[in-house]
């Protein structure tokens, strides 16, 4: 049991979280990936749009039909008597305007965006899992902040119930220091509580049973390498156009607009079947004599008015007789409302030409701002990183000073406060670094760690325990002896 306590304490991870599992970020990625009911959903859309494309890709084809029919009749005082007749239809529609291949384009269409979003959401899920899970190491590097200034606080404080004791310092800067300490283990505790449920939320998000929590492997946060953007802002926004599913999206919805514009644009144009039947006919079963045609049909849509003609050729008695015949049908205006589904096909592919053209320049903009973040970071995280190696220096200094007396109380813990400030926002900085190259390349429409802005991995046990904390600076800043201060003085004074 100490053995457990020990490891928990080196890591930095509250009591009792030597009882969940440990994961590392790529199998994280993986199980969320695999048990996301968003990315089920979008795969049982793709499987319903395939058959849907098939269901179009039929319609290029005859429609069969086979239909039976059996006649009798009772007669009374004479003999009964019956028919029986067996027919099959074929109807092969040769024209209608281009209606029936655009719309098996636009269904090729629909399984274009629904493999689209599959994929935009495969991206979106990594990074919902990696912004978890460095949100997890933060709180955890965060608590090991929290617990050496806990133990630097319960230090000051005992040493200060001692000089109490020998009258070194007034009752109340002990009460002081006391209500610090306490102040700490309030938030220490508070700390590992929000840990406890962000362990939660995190098995949560990955769909893990109700009894299995985990807990992140280290990364290499402290020393990773930090890239730079070899591109310019213009082959970052072709990038970005041939890689964003947004993007792509918007081009195929605008591709579908026009298709399903152009199907109610010549909806006029008419419908050309060829049609054919063949059957045998006769009293008795099987029926015996054959009959078979062939024939045409024209369907027109003219204002709201439907106009159809068939002309046909039939043959019967074994080819012993010849028929012909020809029909009509006009339906007068049964479709009163005919110039809506245009006019809106109309409007949906104006907005999808405007969309599609704001969103170039919204990614445009979007780039660059982008851009411009992660350079900034990058040098506010070095910034950042000296300045709390400034703090560090200025509050060992500091230590001393108050240890001699040189320095209040409230003076010395308004110092130690700071700089845990600065250690917090040091590692908020790194962490956030990570996410906004991630950023970027989701925004980009690219893979995770294709620029390799940040390259990040998981550490081995040995690299893990090796890794100072993520709170140290990588900055070490010299204070300057006497003499090269004059130095320094004397030039600046001679300019």
């Given at each position: 049991?100490?053995?457990?306590?020990l490891?928990?304490?080196?890591?930095?991870?509250?009591?009792?979280?030597?009882?969940?599992?440990?994961?590392g970020?790529?199998?994280?990625?993986?199980?969320?990936?695999?048990?996301?009911?968003?990315?089920?959903?979008?795969?049982?859309?793709?499987?319903?749009t395939?058959?849907?494309?098939?269901?179009r890709?039929?319609?290029?084809?005859?429609?069969?039909?086979?239909?039976?029919?059996?006649?009798?009749?009772?007669?009374?005082?004479?003999?009964?008597?019956?028919?029986?007749?067996?027919?099959?239809?074929?109807?092969?529609?040769?024209?209608d305007?281009?209606?029936?291949?655009?719309?098996?384009?636009i269904?090729?269409?629909?399984?274009?965006?629904?493999?689209?979003?599959?994929?935009?959401q495969?991206?979106?899920?990594?990074?919902?899992?990696?912004?978890?899970y460095?949100?997890?190491?933060?709180?955890?590097?965060?608590?090991?902040?929290?617990?050496?200034?806990?133990?630097?606080?319960?230090?000051?404080?005992?040493?200060?119930?001692?000089?109490?004791?020998?009258?070194?310092?007034?009752?109340?800067?002990?009460?002081?220091?006391?209500?610090?300490?306490?102040?700490?283990?309030?938030?220490?505790?508070?700390?590992?509580?929000?840990?406890?449920?962000?362990v939660?939320?995190?098995?949560?998000l990955?769909?893990?049973p109700?009894?299995?929590?985990?807990?992140?492997?280290?990364?290499n946060?402290?020393?990773?390498?930090?890239?730079t953007?070899?591109?310019?802002?213009?082959?970052?926004?072709?990038?970005?156009?041939?890689?964003?599913?947004?993007?792509?999206?918007?081009?195929?919805?605008?591709?579908?607009?026009?298709?399903?514009?152009?199907?109610?644009?010549?909806?006029?144009?008419?419908?050309?079947?060829?049609?054919?039947?063949?059957?045998?006919?006769?009293?008795?079963?099987?029926?015996?004599?054959?009959?078979?045609?062939?024939?045409?049909?024209?369907?027109?849509?003219?204002?709201?008015?439907?106009?159809?003609?068939?002309?046909?050729?039939?043959?019967?008695?074994?080819?012993?007789?010849?028929?012909?015949?020809?029909?009509?049908?006009?339906?007068?205006?049964?479709?009163?409302?005919?110039?809506?589904?245009?006019?809106?096909?109309?409007?949906?592919?104006?907005?999808?030409?405007?969309?599609?053209?704001?969103?170039?320049?919204?990614?445009?903009?979007?780039?660059?701002?982008?851009?411009?973040?992660?350079?900034?970071?990058?040098?506010?995280?070095?910034?950042?990183?000296?300045?709390?190696?400034?703090?560090?220096?200025?509050?060992?200094?500091?230590?001393?000073?108050?240890?001699?007396?040189?320095?209040?109380?409230?003076?010395?813990?308004?110092?130690?406060?700071?700089?845990?400030?600065?250690?917090l926002?040091?590692?908020?900085?790194?962490?956030?670094?990570?996410?906004?190259?991630?950023?970027?390349?989701?925004?980009?429409?690219?893979?995770?760690?294709?620029?390799?802005?940040?390259?990040?991995?998981?550490?081995?046990?040995?690299?893990?325990?090796?890794q100072?904390?993520?709170?140290?600076?990588?900055?070490?800043?010299?204070?300057?002896?006497?003499?090269e201060?004059?130095?320094?003085?004397f030039?600046v004074?001679?300019?």
């Amino acid at each position: 049991m100490l053995v457990s306590v020990l490891i928990c304490v080196a890591m930095g991870l509250p009591l009792g979280a030597q009882d969940a599992g440990r994961m590392g970020l790529a199998e994280a990625e993986r199980i969320a990936e695999s048990n996301s009911f968003d990315l089920r959903i979008s795969r049982a859309e793709l499987a319903a749009t395939d058959e849907a494309l098939d269901g179009r890709f039929r319609e290029f084809f005859p429609s069969v039909n086979v239909s039976y029919r059996r006649n009798r009749a009772v007669a009374r005082r004479n003999i009964d008597n019956g028919t029986h007749s067996v027919q099959v239809s074929v109807s092969q529609p040769v024209y209608d305007g281009g209606r029936t291949g655009l719309a098996y384009e636009i269904a090729q269409i629909d399984v274009a965006l629904a493999r689209e979003r599959i994929n935009e959401q495969r991206n979106q899920i990594r990074y919902q899992v990696r912004e978890a899970y460095l949100g997890l190491l933060q709180q955890r590097e965060n608590m090991g902040i929290t617990r050496l200034s806990l133990q630097t606080a319960r230090d000051v404080r005992d040493r200060a119930a001692v000089q109490l004791r020998q009258g070194a310092i007034t009752p109340l800067d002990y009460a002081e220091l006391e209500n610090e300490f306490r102040r700490r283990e309030l938030e220490l505790q508070q700390q590992e509580d929000a840990y406890g449920d962000s362990v939660e939320d995190f098995a949560r998000l990955l769909r893990l049973p109700d009894d299995e929590q985990v807990e992140p492997e280290p990364l290499n946060l402290h020393n990773f390498e930090i890239g730079t953007i070899q591109v310019s802002d213009d082959e970052l926004y072709r990038l970005a156009i041939n890689n964003r599913s947004d993007v792509r999206q918007a081009r195929i919805d605008l591709m579908r607009s026009r298709r399903e514009y152009l199907i109610t644009k010549y909806d006029y144009l008419p419908t050309i079947s060829l049609t054919g039947n063949y059957g045998k006919t006769g009293d008795d079963w099987p029926p015996r004599n054959t009959e078979w045609g062939v024939g045409i049909n024209f369907t027109f849509r003219i204002f709201g008015n439907t106009l159809s003609n068939d002309a046909q050729y039939n043959r019967s008695d074994n080819e012993t007789s010849t028929g012909y015949s020809t029909s009509g049908q006009l339906s007068i205006y049964d479709n009163a409302a005919w110039r809506e589904p245009h006019l809106r096909n109309q409007i949906q592919l104006l907005q999808s030409i405007d969309s599609n053209e704001q969103l170039k320049k919204d990614i445009l903009a979007e780039v660059r701002r982008l851009r411009r973040e992660f350079i900034a970071r990058t040098e506010q995280l070095k910034l950042t990183d000296r300045a709390l190696a400034i703090q560090e220096q200025r509050f060992r200094i500091n230590q001393l000073r108050f240890r001699r007396g040189e320095l209040a109380v409230s003076e010395y813990l308004e110092e130690e406060l700071q700089l845990i400030q600065g250690r917090l926002n040091y590692v908020q900085e790194r962490i956030s670094l990570v996410l906004a190259a991630n950023q970027l390349e989701l925004n980009m429409g690219l893979p995770l760690d294709s620029l390799s802005l940040v390259q990040i991995r998981e550490l081995t046990t040995e690299e893990a325990a090796e890794q100072p904390p993520l709170w140290q600076p990588h900055a070490r800043i010299r204070v300057p002896d006497r003499a090269e201060l004059n130095d320094l003085q004397f030039e600046v004074l001679e300019d």
